[in-house]
């Protein structure tokens, strides 16, 4: 038995098989996937997930967010189980592997356990997690923040999306409002396998990343109020226009984020105005602000000098501009027990690999917090994601599935 667990290896056209079956629920002409969060094609991937995990035997349970716990019994029922998995949304423009990768390598280890008729010690639980981008309702990994206990479960409810729909809705929408209390279905540890999402692995041969550690998060809500006028008469020193002032702050987030370099990032992804016309001067101007470092000093140093520079621009333009923290992450380390165990899998599969830290924000970020947590990362085509041309290989994304799968069996046991 232990010889054939040591040589166990999942099935690699499967899982290829199952990524692509996947990206047909809101495939983008581009070759992506545009799959919002708890819209009609996430109901889509769910309902095809229910019945996948159903056929492998595995019990169904939704929690009052919507994210999905599928358990695979163990000898031991009484311990928890060994949590793996990942999301199903993506990005309006999003790729095939993002999230996908981890959620469907934890369906194909299930899948290779059943057919080679192994049995763990403890159960295991395949997690697709709600929401995990952020881009429909913010913030990002807002139900395993919940699970995590970063936020009532009321509180997520009610959010609402830019059409003013709340989560609660868009969950009864599609029927995915589950009666489990969020939280409540403890787990053991819990395994993501992601793609990496940029270049290193890529631009130095390597094919798992052992990620020890999660760069912080802070998310933003902007708003420039100057005063609509109109675009042939008002001379140029009488402007207040919203857009100028806008182009002056996205000027200033870089030259922050740069100040802060190497390891500090800084974007605004979202611009509206409020009602855009040829020949109106903007009078207000909606905006979001995403800042990332693996240094909580760094994201406060980054904050206090974005503040300064808004104060500033928003006094000589005589504009007002409203800055609004709405989402502080702070950076992650993941257990060192766990890091140990993935290394030591990756190394038994004979895979070349390198300590990794995350620049994108994860659900097993927040369940650091409460259950010792890790992650496998793998290349991804260029280092390019949110992305509709994300790409990897279908023997990295083995590589991957294989770690996953021998660092749960480490995790869970193997009854005997
Ligand atoms: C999630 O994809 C993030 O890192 O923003
Ligand atoms: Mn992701
Ligand atoms: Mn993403």
Redesign the pocket.
């Known amino acids: 038995m232990t010889k054939i667990i040591s040589n166990l290896q999942i099935d690699s056209a499967r899982l290829w098989d199952t990524i692509h079956e996947t990206a047909k629920f809101g495939a983008t002409p581009k070759g992506g996937v545009r799959r919002l969060t708890l819209g009609p094609e996430d109901k889509q991937v769910r309902d095809w997930f229910r019945g996948a995990c159903e056929a492998a035997g595995l019990q169904l349970h939704i929690d009052a967010l919507g994210s999905m716990f599928a358990l695979r019994k163990g000898r031991d029922m009484s311990k928890p189980p060994v949590g793996l998995g990942?999301?199903l949304d993506t990005q309006p423009t999003g790729g095939k592997f993002?999230?996908v990768l981890g959620t469907l390598a934890a369906l194909e280890v299930v899948r290779t356990l059943n057919d080679a008729g192994i049995e763990t010690e403890t159960p295991i639980c395949i997690v697709n997690w709600t929401n995990?981008?952020g881009s429909r309702f913010a913030p990002a990994t807002m139900a395993s923040a919940a699970y995590a206990g970063d936020y009532a479960t009321d509180n997520i409810l009610a959010r609402t999306d830019a059409a003013g729909i709340s989560v609660g809705e868009a969950l009864d929408g599609i029927g995915y409002r589950g009666s489990e209390a969020v939280g409540a279905r403890k787990l053991g540890a819990f395994v993501e396998l992601?793609i990496e999402?940029g270049p290193l692995l890529e631009a130095e041969n390597k094919t798992i990343g052992v990620v020890d550690r999660g760069q912080g998060i802070a998310w933003y809500d902007g708003k420039v109020t100057g005063f609509e006028s109109h675009a042939g008469t008002t001379p140029m020193p009488l402007r207040r226009d919203a857009l100028v002032t806008l182009s002056e702050i996205v000027l200033a987030i870089e030259r922050v984020a740069k100040a802060h370099g190497p390891n500090a990032v800084g974007t605004v992804g979202e611009a509206v105005i409020a009602a855009p016309s040829r020949n109106v001067i903007p009078g207000e101007i909606a905006f979001t602000v995403d800042i990332r470092s693996p240094s909580s000093e760094t994201l406060d140093a980054i904050d206090n000098d974005l503040r300064s520079a808004i104060a500033e621009i928003a006094a000589r333009r005589k504009v007002e501009i409203a800055f609004d923290a709405i989402w502080r992450k702070p950076p992650t380390v993941f257990n060192a027990r766990l890091v140990e165990a993935v290394e030591h899998a990756t190394k038994a599969l004979g895979y070349s690999h390198r300590r990794i830290t995350s620049g994108?924000g994860?659900d097993a970020c927040n369940l650091a917090s409460v259950v010792p947590a890790a992650m496998i990362f793998v290349p991804c085509k260029d280092g390019v994601s949110h992305n509709e041309l994300e790409d990897a290989t279908q023997a990295d994304c083995a590589a991957g599935a294989n770690a996953l799968m021998h660092t749960v069996l480490a995790l869970a046991g193997v009854a005997s």
């Open positions: 990942s999301h993002d999230g995990e981008e992601h999402q994108a994860h």
